[in-house]
């Protein structure tokens, strides 16, 4: 038997963050939930993307980069833009005016409540995924709103599934509830005794 839950591993507390970048003339980010601080003298930060992210490749050649700490205001709309899409194939910014930092990147101009532009100072190679470790070259704090962890997100921000709705027939006497496609007619209600000429289908 393995020693090994990894139902653990989703007990570690994660933020959310757009990482932005640019590719020549065009912007782009991506949704991530591994940002890190890994020394504080100097200041280092950690940032960890997918290979087959368009973002790490943008980084891997600029090494520079934005991390936009998202706060929970931030609607399901973000996430879709800039979560749910390649750069490589649409335009993330698209209608969207982006504000500029001294590095010259895209810093969003709301959802967020602090802004980190980081320079890369070494790579190490994850197999599927690249961990940048970062020099911080500016960093402000915008609001004093929370920060949007993973859990906010998976509870309050992430569209619930629409209940599927139950088959079925109610009891017009007592309300007992019988499941299934069919009312078998020699139904008897359980509870009040009554038929199934007194039951109707689920509305």
Request: hydrophobic content about 35%; aromatic content about 10%.
């Amino acid at each position: 038997m393995s020693s090994i839950d990894t139902s653990a591993l989703f007990r570690i507390g994660y933020g959310l963050y757009v990482v932005t970048c640019r590719d020549g003339e065009k912007d782009n980010g991506l949704i991530v939930n591994t940002v890190c601080q890994v020394t504080s003298t100097p200041n280092r930060v950690a940032v960890t993307i997918n290979k087959s992210n368009y973002s790490h490749d943008v980084i891997r050649t600029t090494g520079v980069l934005n991390v936009n700490c998202l706060s929970e205001d931030a609607p399901f709309s973000l996430f879709q833009r800039f979560g749910f899409q390649s750069g490589r194939d649409a335009d993330k910014f698209l209608g969207l005016t982006p504000d500029r930092t001294q590095n010259g990147l895209a810093m969003l101009p709301q959802y967020i409540n602090a802004l980190l532009s980081l320079q890369v100072e070494q790579y190490i190679d994850l197999d599927t995924h690249g961990m940048f470790i970062c020099a911080l070259t500016e960093a402000k704090a915008v609001s004093d709103a929370q920060t949007m962890t993973y859990t906010y997100y998976q509870n309050h921000v992430k569209p619930k599934p629409a209940a599927q709705k139950k088959k079925g027939f109610v009891c017009k006497i007592c309300g007992w509830v019988y499941e299934g496609e069919e009312l078998p007619p020699d139904l008897v209600c359980p509870i009040c005794k009554h038929p199934a000429s007194d039951f109707e289908p689920l509305t």
